[in-house]
């Protein structure tokens, strides 16, 4: 039960942290391209490839708006700051984002991720579709892959990102000298054997 209210708890600031600030610059950017995409619309016919091409271009534009946003959120600016840290184990700034999100409670990454790809948190085969489907920016790269997806549970398996047992840590120890260090040691820890899991993986060809 603690689980689940934190889970939520966490799953309302991330949308609310991948939601805000709406930049009105960003809807400025795409408006042309939106404009124009309509007005060719509006000149096919009801039915037809062509209104089939538009109408998935502009599918298409509401996807790079909204990740032209998510990368000017509060989350978006946080996972883009710790980018450069996180790129040795192969993730991007929407991983990153995830990780930081769940430090409270771990169970929290798919609630997170889900916010971020835009899937609902109970559509799991939604989620593994939108995720399997994921690239870097501005390329065709996969995102995912058996070295990612190894050096995220590797580095889940072995640090603290739970509260509550860091809390637990302090009151039985009647300070916090030693969550503190349990925290540091332990996601440092992850951190290093998450690295080195990704580059094993991608040197043996993964």
């Known amino acids: 039960k603690a689980a689940g209210t934190m889970i ?30 309509e007005t060719s619309l509006d000149r096919v016919a009801a039915n037809g490839p ?7 271009e502009l599918a298409q534009l509401d996807r790079d ?4 946003y998510q990368r000017q959120s509060v989350l978006g600016r946080m996972g883009r700051f710790i980018e450069p840290v996180v790129r040795p184990l192969g993730w991007d700034w929407r991983i990153g984002a995830a990780v930081i999100a769940s430090f409270p409670a771990r169970e929290a990454v798919v609630a997170t991720l889900g916010v971020i790809f835009s899937a609902a948190e109970d559509d799991v ?14 390329t065709d790269r996969p995102l995912f892959n058996l070295p990612v997806a190894l050096s995220i549970m590797v580095f889940y398996a072995l640090c603290a990102q739970c509260a509550a047992t860091l ?4 009151r039985e120890t009647g300070t916090w000298r030693w969550p503190a260090f349990t925290f540091a040691y332990m996601t440092t820890l992850a951190y290093v054997s998450a690295i080195v899991t990704y580059q094993a993986g991608v040197w043996l060809g993964g």
């Open 8 to 37: 939520l708890v966490v799953s309302i600031l991330v949308w609310a942290a991948v939601y805000y600030p709406r930049p009105a610059e960003v809807g400025e950017e795409f408006a042309p391209r939106r404009a124009a995409l």
């Open 50 to 56: 062509e209104r089939s091409a538009i109408e998935a």
């Open 65 to 68: 708006v909204e990740a032209a």
């Open 125 to 138: 085969e939604g989620l593994a579709d939108r995720l399997h489907d994921a690239t870097w920016a501005e």
């Open 167 to 170: 809390v637990v840590i302090r």
